[in-house]
């Protein structure tokens, strides 16, 4: 499955942005996805995942209650909703996408499947 992540964008704080993964190749609805981040200087981490059928989701604590995950299968795409953006969002996002069990969502070395990734920059 091949994965393009997009939305990105320059946003002040407290604004909200949209991200979207198209996936091709493959119906995207065999695979759990998720989104990561990286920002200058940082290791990449984990923001939030959805299991294949859209039933669970996670997020990382860091953006919980702010950011929503969701996935349409029907149109092949996932969503990361992204609100009340502060400074430390800034990073480029990356989808991933992975198959097998709804185990260790959180760790980057089970997903197969990245995206290129798309900047995100907040401004205080």
């Known amino acids: 499955v091949q994965l393009q992540a997009s939305g990105g964008g320059l946003v002040q704080a407290g604004g909200s942005l949209r991200l979207s993964c198209a996936a091709s190749g493959r119906t995207v609805s065999s695979y759990a996805v998720g989104w990561f981040r990286q920002a200058p200087g940082k290791e990449r981490e984990f923001v939030a995942a959805?299991?294949?059928?859209?039933?669970?989701?996670y997020c990382a604590d860091s953006v919980k209650g702010r950011f929503t995950i969701s996935r349409d299968n029907a149109k092949n795409s996932i969503y990361l909703q992204m609100y009340s953006l502060k400074p430390e969002d800034t990073a480029v996002y990356y989808c991933a996408a992975r198959g097998g069990l709804w185990v260790d969502v959180t760790q980057s070395g089970v997903y197969g499947y990245w995206g290129q990734g798309t900047q995100v920059t907040v401004s205080s």
């Open positions: 959805v299991e294949r059928s859209g039933g669970s989701t």
